[in-house]
C-alpha cells in the first residue's frame, strides 16, 4: 500500500523524496484507515432504495462480512 500511495503522492506533485520514511508511513497508513473508513460508510448507508424485509437482514449480515473484511486489511 504505502508504494501506491507514494506513487500517487508523486503523481499529484508531492516533494516525496523530501519526507523522511516515518513520515511517509505515517501519512500512507492515515490515509488508508481513512479510506477504509469512508468504505465502512458506503456500505452501512446502502443505496437508500427500499428493500424487503428478509433482504434487509440478508444485508445487514453482509454489511458486518464486508466490514470486518476491510478493517482487516488495516493488519495487513
Do not use: S
Not at 26 to 36: C, D, G, I, M, P
Not at 52 to 72: H, M, N
Amino acid at each position: 500500500m504505502n508504494e501506491r500511495i507514494k506513487a500517487l503522492a508523486e503523481q499529484a506533485g508531492f516533494a516525496v523524496y523530501g519526507w523522511n520514511e516515518n513520515e511517509f508511513k505515517k501519512f500512507a497508513n492515515l490515509v488508508a484507515a481513512h479510506e477504509r473508513e469512508a468504505c465502512i460508510k458506503l456500505v452501512h448507508e446502502g443505496t437508500g432504495e427500499p428493500v424487503q424485509t428478509r433482504t434487509l437482514l440478508i444485508l445487514q449480515k453482509d454489511r458486518k462480512r464486508i466490514e470486518d473484511a476491510i478493517l482487516a486489511r488495516g493488519t495487513t
